[in-house]
Nanobody, 115 residues
Framework: QVQLVESGGGLVQPGGSLRLSCVAS????????MGWYRQAPGKQRELVAA???????NYAESGKGRFTISRDNAKNTVHLQMNSLKPEDTAAYYC?????????WGQGTQVTVSS
C-alpha cells in the first residue's frame, strides 16, 4: 500500500509563490517517478511536472521557467516550487507516484491565485 500526503496549498496573490510538498510512504521502490498534476473546475487533470528517481525532470509548457520540481529520495518527498503564479494556475494539485507500472494519487491540495 502506498500513501501520498500533500501540503502547502493555499491562497496567494498573482505574482506570488507557493511551495507544495508530498511525502510518500508504504511499498515504495527505488525506481519511480513522482510528480504533480492539477485539475481546474470543468477541465481535465493535467501534468504540471514530474521527476524520476534519477532526477530527470519533465515540465508542462505552462510551468516552464516558473515552476521547479525537486525530490529527496532519502525522505521519499517531492516538492514543487511555484513562482510568478497566475490566476490560471488556480486548481487542485495532486501528487502522483508511478512505480512498477502502477499509479498512486494523493488527495489533492487547493491552490488559489487571486487578488
Amino acid at each position: 500500500q502506498v500513501q501520498l500526503v500533500e501540503s502547502g496549498g493555499g491562497l496567494v496573490q498573482p505574482g506570488g509563490s507557493l511551495r507544495l510538498s508530498c511525502v510518500a510512504s508504504g511499498n515504495i521502490f527505488r525506481d519511480n517517478t513522482m510528480g504533480w498534476y492539477r485539475q481546474a473546475p470543468g477541465k481535465q487533470r493535467e501534468l504540471v511536472a514530474a521527476i524520476t528517481s534519477d532526477g530527470i525532470t519533465n515540465y508542462a509548457e505552462s510551468g516552464k521557467g516558473r515552476f521547479t520540481i525537486s525530490r529527496d529520495n532519502a525522505k521519499n518527498t517531492v516538492h514543487l516550487q511555484m513562482n510568478s503564479l497566475k490566476p490560471e494556475d488556480t486548481a487542485a494539485y495532486y501528487c502522483n507516484l508511478i512505480v512498477r507500472a502502477r499509479a498512486y494519487w494523493g488527495q489533492g491540495t487547493q491552490v488559489t491565485v487571486s487578488s
